[in-house]
């Protein structure tokens, strides 16, 4: 079945530092891949997504690009803020009913 | 533009005591619905998902239950609270039919069984 696998967390960085959340997926076909965020006492925000092989979204300065090779959609950013502390969902939609999302990665940012 | 809701917003409830979560979707029509529930710290586990009026669609057994009255309104219950039901309960809705958009959420409701 189709399966969403995101670093564990917590992730804790200073201020000014460089991100990278890792996501691997397993999927049959070609879905359509995104990132979430969820700042504390929120529902979650769409990020960013990509749809098919090679695409990059990119949102607030993070990026993340669409890897069939690797199966591979690792989020990231050149320089957090600690505005950026939340959770990171990455997630996968293949044509059914159901999301797929990872288990969340809960970033810190310290200024 | 379409937006969604979720009322109560937090909520304290004894053990033993019912339940009621409502959700509506704005600016759209047909849309396939969902009930997520987020324990503190963990991560999203789909309760409920509904793809028309009357259809609902159950991923885990447990003492709650979901009714989709209306296209846009979709409904959390529960006859009788438990402690494990405390929890961030978030809707969420995808266009239909069944295809690769993004999800939209609510702001969630925060339930906490004393």
């Known amino acids: 079945g189709n399966s969403v696998t995101q670093m564990e967390g917590p992730v804790t960085l200073s201020e000014e530092a460089f991100l990278t959340i890792n996501c691997t997926y397993t999927?049959?076909?070609?879905?359509?891949l995104f990132w979430y965020v969820q700042y504390p006492g929120e529902g979650l925000q769409l990020l960013l997504k990509?749809?098919?092989?090679?695409d990059k979204g990119s949102n607030k300065g993070f990026e993340a690009t669409y890897r069939k090779e690797t199966t591979s959609f690792h989020l990231e950013k050149g320089s957090v803020q600690v505005s950026d502390s939340a959770v990171y969902f990455c997630?996968?939609?293949?044509?059914?009913?159901?999301?797929?999302f990872g288990a969340g990665t809960r970033l810190f940012v310290k200024a | 533009s379409q937006t969604i809701h979720q009322w109560p917003a937090t909520l304290v409830q004894p053990v033993g005591s019912p339940l009621s979560l409502e959700c509506t979707v704005e600016?759209?029509?047909?849309?396939?619905l969902y009930w997520y529930r987020q324990a503190a710290g963990r991560g999203l586990q789909l309760l409920f998902y509904?793809?028309?009026?009357?259809?609902i669609s159950s991923e885990v057994p447990q003492n709650l239950s979901a009714s989709r009255p209306q296209d846009r309104q979709f409904i959390l219950s529960s006859k009788k609270l438990l402690l494990s039901d405390s929890g961030f309960y978030l809707c969420?809705?995808?266009?239909?039919?069944?295809?690769?958009?993004?999800?939209?959420f609510g702001p969630g409701t925060r339930l906490t069984v004393t």
């Open positions: 509904s793809v028309g009026i009357g259809q």
């Open positions: 969420a809705w995808i266009r239909g039919p069944p295809a690769k958009d993004e999800q939209y």
């Open positions: 990509a749809t098919k092989a090679d």
């Open positions: 999927a049959t076909g070609y879905p359509s």
């Open positions: 997630a996968l939609r293949a044509g059914g009913f159901k999301t797929i």
């Open positions: 600016g759209t029509s047909n849309p396939n």
